[in-house]
Every structure is written in C-alpha cells, then in structure tokens.
RNA sequence: GGGCGAAUAGCUCAGCUGGGAGAGCAUCGGCCUUACAAGCCGAGGGUCACAGGUUCGAGCCCUGUUUCGCCCACCA
C-alpha cells in the first residue's frame, strides 16, 4: 500500500448519522494532494473551462460567491467526470479602491496617511497586506468544495497579468482607440479619484432646491434658476434658455451680473433647456456639471473649476475659498438670503450620486482623464452576441445588452489612486513628448533627453479583468493553455456585473484574440432573503455562507443553492431549505448505510447481473428504467444550465422512488433464502447506488466521495469516474407500467387502513377484484411482496366479485380493493368523501364530453390527444359508477 | 420618462416549444414497521392577480388594467 493509499479511510462502518466536519476536511485535503483538480491537455479530447470570476481581495465569502461559485463548480465536475480537457481558473481581482481603503485605514489607526509613506512604500506595504490576508476568500472557496486548478492560481497584479494590460494598453494607444482628453468626470473627493459612471450610485435623496434671482445687466429685471447645488453658482459662465423661448430674447444683448461676484455672464440659446421647467432659465456651470459642460462646449464656455480635489472650494471661489463645499453651501445661501437674490426654498427630492466604494457625495468636476474609445469594440461584441457566438442565459438578457451597448460611452480608465497598473506612459521634460510603451523608456525618442516623467494615475480595475479570460491562460505567449481553453466554454456570473466586466470582456477577447471569450454566458439571480429583501448587515438579515457550512454541511448548502438556481432574476434564501437538504443528505447516507449492511461481502464485478436486465426481477428492472430516465433529465438540465432541475431530478429519485420504494421492495429479496434472488438484489442495489453517487457528485462532492469509498472493493476517487450515461438497455416501459398498478394498490390499501384508523401492526383482509387478466396474474405473482407491503393476511386476487356493505373501498385503475372493516367505517365520512369526488369527476366528465362532442376539436387535435381523452372518459365513467355503487353501499349501513 | 421582471396551495417557489395544476416547508391524523423519529404511512388545501382576445383547447400566446420589484436615464 502506498503512502496516498494509506491516508484514504478505512472501510468502516457507517455510523447512524452523517458527520459532515470531518468528511469535507479529510476529502478536500485528499483532492488537494493527489492534485484531481489539475487541468489534462490531452489530444483529441474536448476542451471544458470557466475562468471564475474574481473576487476582490479584500472580499470575504456572501452568499452570492457561494451561488457563483457552486454553479461554476458544478459544471466543471461535470465535465470533468465525462472526461473532457477540463480547467478551472481561480484567482482575485486587485481591487484598486476598496483595496486602497483597506491599507489606508489600518494606516490611520496608526495615525498615518498614505502620503507619509510615499508611494512607494505604500504600495509596499499593499503587497505585504495582500500576502497576510488576501488568501482570506481564496480559502473559503476551498471550503465551498470549489474544484479549482489552484496551481493557476492568479492575480490581476501579478507579473503575467500586469504585462497584459501594459501590452493591451499600448497597442490600443498606437491604434488610436485610447486618448487623454480633458472631461468631466464624477469625481470622489474622499478617494481622490474619477469614478466610472458606473461606479457611481444614485440615491432618492431629500435635498434642497434653491431657487435665486439673477439680475439683468443692465438692471431692468431678474431671472430666477434653480439649483440644488448652490455653491456652484460661483463656476457659473452663463445662463442657457430655450432658443424659441419668447420671454427672454431681449437678453441675448444683455447678460446677467452674477451675484456674489463682479462677473457678468451670458445668455446663451440652447434645445437642452426645458421650457417647462421652473422658469425656463438654468444656471450653467461646465466645469461642474455633466449637462452643462456639453452645452459649454457647444457654446464655447469657459470652465471655470472652484472647488479643488477634495471638495474645498479654492481661489476662484473669492471670499469663500477654502471653504468645505457643504460648509459654502450654507455661507452662500446666507448671503444671497441677506442680499435680497434668494426668490425661495423648496424641498426636494432627487438622485443624489454616490462613490460606490465609500458612499461620499461625488462632484462634477473636468480634469486630464485616459479614455478608451469604446464604440469600435462595443460594435464587434454586439455583432458576435448577434451572430449566436456568444449566447445569454436566460435569454431575457439580449434585449437589456444591446440597449446598453448602444448607448455606451467612452469608458474612463484612469484613476488619481496609487494601487493599481500604472499607465504606462511617460512625458518629456524638455520637448513634452508623451511616449507610451510596454518597456520603460530610458530616453525621450524625439528629443533624446532622459528626464521623463511617468503618469501618475493608475487603470480602473475593470481594465485588467477585461483581460482575464486570457491574460489567465498565458497571453501575449502563445501557449498551449490558450490553445485548449480559449475561448472558454461559459461565464458563470451575476447579471449587476454584465455591464462593468462581462461586456468588456468581450470587447478585449474579441479585439485582441480575435474571438468570443467564452460561448456561453449564464447570467445568475441576486440572492435576497427570504421576504425579497437585499442582504445587509444593517438589516441584519445577512445569511453567512460559512455559518451554513458549519451548521448544515456543504454538501447540504450547495445543493440547496443549485436547487434554488433557476434562470430568474432573484432567489429568494431560506435558511429553512437548507436544513431541508441536510435531512436529504442525511437521507442518501442512511440508504448507503442500508446498502453497505447488505453489501459488506460482495465483490463489486456482482454488478455484470445488471447488464441483462431482461433476466432481473420487475422491481429491478422498474429502478433501472427510473434511474435511466433520471440520467437523462439530469444531464438535459446540466447542458442547458438549468440548476434547480438538476437537483430535482436527484431528489425525487433518490427519495422518492429508491428510497421509498426499491430499497422497502428488495429487503424481501436481500432477506430470502433464494440465493438468487439474494445476487439480483445486491447487484441491482449497488449498481443504482454507483450511478446516483456519480450522478450527484456535481453537486454533492463530499458525501458522495466518502460513501463511494465504502462501497465494496478498492475504489480510487469517485471525481474523476465516468458520469453516468443513459443505457437504452435498461429502458423499460413494461416494467414501468407493472410497478405502477403495484404501487397504486398498496398506496391504495394503505389509504383505507388508515381511514379506518386500522391499527399499524394490525393485519387486514383484503380482495382485489380485476377483470384484466393480466393484470390479475401480475397481482398474483406479487401478492406476496404487496401483502408484506400493507401489512395484509388472507389476500385474494378474484376477477369478480361482490362487495360487502361494510367494507374499506378504493379504486385504482381498473382494480377494485376491497378490506372487510366491520364496524370500522366512518360512514359519514365516507359518504362525504364520495359526493365530493362525484362533484369532481361530473365536471371533469362534462369537459370531456363537451371537447369530443366538438367537430373541430376531433379535426384539429393530434389524433393522440383525442385517444387520450376518449380513455379519459371511459375511466371516469368507470370511477362514477363504482362511486354511485359505494354511495349506496353505505347508505345502507346509514341507518 | 425608457426598459426588464414578478403575480400559481398558508409560506418559498417549479411548471422549458399551448393538450389531465406540481414540489419542499407548514398544517391535520396515525406510527419506534429490523437504513434513517434528521424517519415512516396517510390526509386536507389552488376560479394559476383582473378583464378581454386568439385557438378545437390557455397557467403558458396577444391586448389592456392593477399591485410589487429591479435596471437605465435623469428636469437644473
């Protein structure tokens, strides 16, 4: 025995109650040593990969990275298990922001800002925090079960990544798609930073809106504007009015003096402005403001900026510089309150935007910002999404994509923070060249001087996980990574991430690979609780992924997160339905545990008796034909991502039908003296047992490891076994059909034994009267196990006869089941009972009648349809006329 | 304002191209029946939001209405 082997369980025996703990931490550990999860390149084979989208940093495990990542791991077990070249990339994102913050405030609680440090040791000291803590979600995945390729383990920051986005940044420079201009960006006075407009979060908030009179220049008159921000009157370069707008047309000569200043601007004339709105007249502010800079730049206005970066107001403000822009806010309403400009206060609400990361009011505001160009490379992702090279799931999706492709802007990428790639680009000293190259340059190639200066900004995120489907696999070398798993085979993400990452994603792959990033996109719900709220830790109704690990187990949390999976746009978590499947996780190992006491002294190849199900009993073949058709539904629901089917599918069976019935069938079998019967048993057991492990270890990988370890003979990991494959030989409708009749009659017994309150261990009579003759002999051959089934003694199987007046009555089929119950009836309740099923079977059968009596459904309707509604009407005929009999039946018991 | 989604059992939700309304939980009744009381057996419960329309046939398709939710753009 080597040294792997003798670290893998023992054969034991399974105790009462599945221990989750120690399983996942023995198994994970295994799978990590013996490196199952490791990607294989092997010639002709198909290729499956994901790259996982990467958590930030400094993130810790929500529930929405346990959904994400459980799907992800699904798939790739999945695939994994049907033998394909499989891979899947882990890794995290820098963060840029939140990862600064984080640094900044462990500087301040030893009260020191990043700017006594410098930048360099900064960024330093970001590195060594990123070693200490950065692995936090990293470990938490594993304890998800996520079946990572964690030897590729990746960053956005490190060496391969950071060439990528130097390489991407530079050729997207020379082909001219990436420009420095001067624009008004959403500013963060807190970060120091642009923000995408993305990246800014706007808020119903109750404000202010300050309505001031601005005089005429040459004194004749006011106009009055609105504004909710009014400190920023001091930046006003002129007052814009409809151009058809007849009340002020006399101005266009005139001007306005702006109070609380000496300047005097102009009216302009521009369609932007609502005649409708207040006066018509608004206050224009370009360097402050997103409208009226572009109505600035059709006007030629000056921007004249009188705040600085962090929100003060600065020289060009007068009296007010240096003051905080909330605290001039209030300075200039006194003032303007005092000198008589301030016409009235209203309140108001509107959408106030907000820095995504720290929540601070964002400004307004023009600088030198880097920009792509984006509409090129929006054009070839939208032509592959139309050409079906990239599909949407669910597809719901394509509308929303293409509007927001159409409407894209150029996209911001540069950022006043120190954590991040820094652009690479470098100015002159002495000629003012800007030089963009991969290499740092030594020298000014236009004027030979070696003062250069670099840019200090650094890129928006967002532009190094545009790269990740293929930076991760090794480009700008072309490997062999790139070769087998690009473009990848799905993205598996949530839709509020469609816009910042999937659709740049392919914007990238497809301008620099030349092809899609990936086929598929699955688009999954945002997690909410159980009431539809969002998660919040204010609201406290945060569901902690680990607390579910610790509580239920993985196995039980992951396959309530896939059941929970469907293709929507919310999902709603219930703690409850997690310890649900824990009962079901608990359930599967107690029918192990059931099977191994059977199967303790069997050699595994006992399964060759299942491959000629022809010769198996009819229970047998019944199980394989379910277990089949569940193969079938389960890989049907993983190939068209719908999740929640997967692990219905599994439920039902595992429960329903093995459980409940098969396993409660063949203890007879499993306890008989026939040896025979005994080998059939065994081998179909441990057959049904082997394909629902495999079937659920997508989902379940812990528990279906450990319990497939325990099966007889020396098995290697259950991870990389075949997944099971429908076998047309165990297709068995006949079988089918037979255990339905068998089990509709003892469910049927077992109704009226406990209508009658029949005592449980109580045995009871019983007649089956059937007129099908083969229906009767098969009654006949089972009588024994449906006898044992319902607790029966005296069972007879006639083709006619009589019921007595005090007797148990049900139909099933075309089966009448009779249970002598003298004085057990409850005769009213019965009789009850019997006018509401004729109630229900009357307007059922007037249905009926009414569609076959009409010419045009008999034309119309697929000739299996109206069979099917013609047997429908004979059986309810049949069901009335048993009920009228039973009706009088008791009645006469009535009295 | 534009777009999207939801409305089905008491609760949470499935129901994929139109052809007999389902699950889990909860409720009620009964059981320690030799894998599992974390279990077993059984029962009750729905005018599929409303109003029209298409169709032989609608939970599903079309139109409108109501309620709720989300996203985008925001009139200063």
Known sequence: MNETESKRPEKYDLPKAYEFNE???????????????????????????????????????????????????????????????????????????ATQNVVERQLASEKLTRHDLGREKFIERVWSWREEKGGTIINQLKRMGASCDWDRERFTMDEGLSKAVREVFVRLYKEGLIYKGDYIVNWCPRCHTALADDEVEHDPTDGKLYHIRYPYADGSGYVVVATTRPETMLG????????????????????????????????????????????????????????????????????????????????????????????????????????????????????????????TVVEPTTSKQWFVSVRPLA????????????????????????????????????????????????????????????????????????????????????????????????????????????????????????????????????????????????????????????????????????????????????????????????????????????????????AARFAQMHLKDVEPSIVELAKEPAKLGLAHRWILSRINATIKDVRAALDGYNF??????????????????????????????????????????????????????????????????????????????????????WNDAEAEESMNLLMGVISGLRTIRTEAEVHPSAKIEAMLICPDQAKRNLLTEFAGGVQAMVRASNFSIVAEGTVPDDAGHALVQDVELVVPLKGLIDVEGELEKLAREKGKLDKELARIVGKLGNEKFINNAPAEVVAKERDKEAEIRARLGKNAESTERLSKLRC
């Open 236 to 359: 006003d370069t002129a007052v814009a009015v409809h151009p058809e707008d007849e009340r002020y047309q006399h101005l266009k000569e005139i001007g306005i003096n702006l109070p609380l200043t000496e300047r005097t601007i102009p009216v302009v004339f521009d369609h932007h402005v609502q005649r409708e709105f207040g006066t018509g007249a608004l206050k224009v502010t370009p360097a402050h403001d997103r409208d009226d800079y572009e109505i600035g730049l059709r006007h030629d206005l000056p921007r004249l900026k009188v705040m600085d970066d962090k929100g003060v107001m600065n020289a060009e403000a007068g009296k007010y510089a240096g003051l905080d822009r909330f605290v001039c806010r209030k300075q200039i309403v006194k003032d303007l309150e005092e000198q008589g400009f301030l016409d009235k206060i209203e309140d108001y609400q509107h959408a106030v935007g907000k820095c995504y990361r720290c929540a």
């Open 23 to 97: 399983v996942e931490q023995r198994w994970y550990t295994h799978w990590l040593e013996e490196k199952t999860f490791s990607a294989q390149m092997e010639e002709g084979k198909d290729s499956f990969s994901i790259v996982i989208p990467p958590p930030n940093v400094t993130g810790v495990l929500h529930i929405g990275h346990a959904l994400n990542n459980t799907l992800q791991d699904l798939l790739v077990r999945y695939h994994r298990m049907k033998g394909d070249n499989t891979l899947w990339v882990p890794g995290t994102d820098h963060a840029g922001i």
């Open 644 to 729: 929640n089917e997967v692990a219905s599918a599994s439920y039902q069976f595992v429960w329903h039908e093995f459980c409940d019935w098969y396993l409660e069938w063949i203890k007879a079998d499993l306890f008989s003296d026939d040896a025979t019967a005994r080998d059939q048993a065994k081998a179909v057991l441990l057959t049904v047992l082997e394909q629902v492990l495999k079937l659920m270890h997508p989902i379940t990988p812990f528990v279906t490891e450990e319990i497939w370890s325990q099966l007889p003979g020396t098995r290697s990991t259950i991870m990389l076994e075949a997944f099971p494959e429908e076998n047309a030989a």
């Open 379 to 590: 054009d070839k992702a939208v032509a592959a999404v139309q050409e079906g090279r990239v599909n949407l799931y669910p597809n719901t999706w394509y509308r929303t994509f293409y509007s927001w492709m159409e409407n894209i802007r150029d996209w911001c990428i540069s950022r006043q923070i120190w954590w991040g790639h820094r652009i690479p680009a470098w100015t002159c000293a002495s000629c003012g060249e800007v030089i963009v190259e991969v290499d740092d340059p030594a020298t000014c190639p236009k004027c030979g001087a070696s003062e250069l200066t670099q840019e200090t900004d650094v890129l928006d995120t967002w532009f190094s996980s545009a790269l990740w489907p293929f930076s991760t696999l090794g480009w700008p070398d072309q490997t062999k990574e790139l070769a087998t798993f690009y473009p990848t085979s799905v993205l598996i993400t949530s839709f509020d991430i469609l816009f910042f990452w999937v659709a740049r994603m392919m914007m990238m792959g497809l301008h620099f690979m030349d092809e899609v990033p990936f086929h598929d996109v699955y688009l999954h719900a945002l997690v909410r609780d159980k009431h539809g709220k969002k998660m919040s830790k204010s609201t406290g109704n945060v569901i902690d992924p680990l607390v579910m690990i610790e509580q239920y187990g993985t196995d039980a949390f992951r396959f309530t997160l896939t059941a929970f999976a469907a293709q929507g746009r919310e999902i709603r978590m219930d703690e409850e339905r997690v310890d649900g499947y824990r009962r079901f996780i608990n359930k599967l190992w107690n």
